[in-house]
């Protein structure tokens, strides 16, 4: 039967984008897919930037958006890219973000020790693959195939994954709008119109240097300025706290923390392994399942949850150092007393409420996913090769900084 659908979704920040395929449609209709909409796509970021409430669906439609301009402009300079391989790419996109759990990436690797969201993305496109749909059965092989760099056309999953791909171009563009953050936006428009295809790879014409320098300025200033900002560190390392506890209490058989829906399967499974992971259980949380939880725990028997919950509620957030030197041990132990002092905790239970850890960003990774420049010349080169460029070695390294967090009384 012909696909007679057509949707047009209006989006604050590209305007309108369109939706005319039958595979396209039936994976955002899909209830795996929609699951996104209650997935915040900046965490807690909204506890210091109010307006920061936009969701991993808003992203991925972005991201689809952008891979349609991308392709488009590709096939207008002569890169031969089929309707199959266009719609596989713009499929791959939409799912990219797919395995994102609650809250993104404050609680990967929590609820589900050491597993990424790539790799549960994976997952749930192999099983949207075996759905029983026919829009969507045995669809999405070309799609995983380009997901996971296993298409010869090296491109496409570029566009998807790489330093210039259309997943950072929508993301950056995004929370820059949503936060209010001017440092965050950039000429996405014209980069799109500066790629082109050498080689079977990615790269961008000359004369669109200077837009890719800014949108690389552009990611290292968002990351200091808006994703690494203190409260937002010590906000989301307290939501990590309240789940290590809740796991913690669930370990120790206290049924306090039960909350009888499916965040209770991770609470006592967290070192679960993908291949036994229920996926339909994952597919049923989101961040409501945490906010539910957080609003009930808050008035637990136990007083490290509970002033965990309620700090995380009211917005009364830990106290939080961060550095570009590492922590001495003498500030370290400083910190500790200060709040043994306040509170007779045993020593465990003190690692809840005082802790410090590292963040850490590189600008450019000068490795083997470079971004390269196609002089007007003809020749291919590194961008950080160019002359008076930006983009040069001594950004390459990765930024290091130190924090301390602590109850702040």
């Known amino acids: 039967m012909a696909f007679t659908h057509r949707k047009i979704i209006n989006d604050p920040v590209h305007g309108f984008i369109t939706i005319n395929d039958p595979l396209i449609f039936e994976i955002i209709s899909h209830p795996f897919y929609q699951r996104l909409r209650r997935i915040q796509q900046m965490a ?65 690797k929590v609820l589900l020790k050491g597993i990424n969201h790539e790799d549960l993305s994976l997952v749930i496109m192999h099983a949207l693959n075996e759905d029983s749909h026919p829009d969507l059965n045995g669809q999405l092989s070309l799609a995983i195939q380009i997901f996971t760099n296993q298409y010869p056309k090296k491109f ?95 370990k120790q058989n206290n049924a306090s923390v039960k909350t009888n829906a499916a965040l209770d399967y991770f609470l006592s499974n967290p070192n679960i392994e993908i291949k036994d992971l229920d996926l339909h259980a994952y597919c049923n949380l989101d961040d409501t399942d945490i906010l539910h939880a957080i609003k009930q725990w808050q008035h637990n028997a136990d007083p490290i949850l509970s002033i965990l919950c309620k700090g995380l509620l009211n917005r009364k957030c830990f106290k939080c150092q961060i550095q570009a030197e590492p922590i001495k041990e003498e500030q370290w132990e400083k910190a500790r ?73």
């Open 156 to 250: 496409l999953h570029q566009l998807i994954s790489g330093q210039l791909d259309v997943d950072r171009l929508d993301y950056l563009s995004r929370d820059s709008f949503f936060t209010g953050v001017s440092e965050g936006v950039v000429g996405y428009e014209r980069i799109l119109k500066m790629l082109t295809v050498c080689d079977n790879e990615l790269v961008v014409e000359e004369k669109g240097i200077n837009s890719v320098e800014k949108f690389l300025l552009s990611r290292q200033l968002m990351y200091w300025q808006v994703y690494r900002h203190k409260t937002v560190v010590a906000s989301e390392k307290m939501l990590v706290k309240i789940i290590e506890r809740a796991q913690y209490l669930f």
């Open 44 to 108: 807690l970021a909204q506890l210091v930037y109010p307006g920061a409430v936009h969701t991993r669906m808003h992203h991925s439609l972005g991201a689809y958006h952008l891979m349609s301009m991308a392709i488009n402009e590709l096939r207008d300079k002569g890169v031969e890219i089929t309707s199959e391989e266009a719609l596989a790419a713009k499929a791959a996109i939409l799912l990219h973000d797919i395995g994102h759990g609650p809250y993104s990436h404050a609680l990967e």
């Open 337 to 409: 007393a200060t709040i043994a002092s306040k509170h007779s905790y045993k020593e465990e239970d003190l690692s809840f409420l005082c802790f410090q850890g590292t963040v850490s960003n590189t600008l450019y990774k000068n490795d083997n996913e470079t971004i390269k420049i196609l002089l007007k010349t003809g020749e291919i080169v590194n961008i950080s090769a160019i002359q008076n460029a930006l983009i040069v070695e001594s950004l390459s390294a990765p930024v290091k900084k130190f924090y301390i967090c602590l109850l702040n009384d």
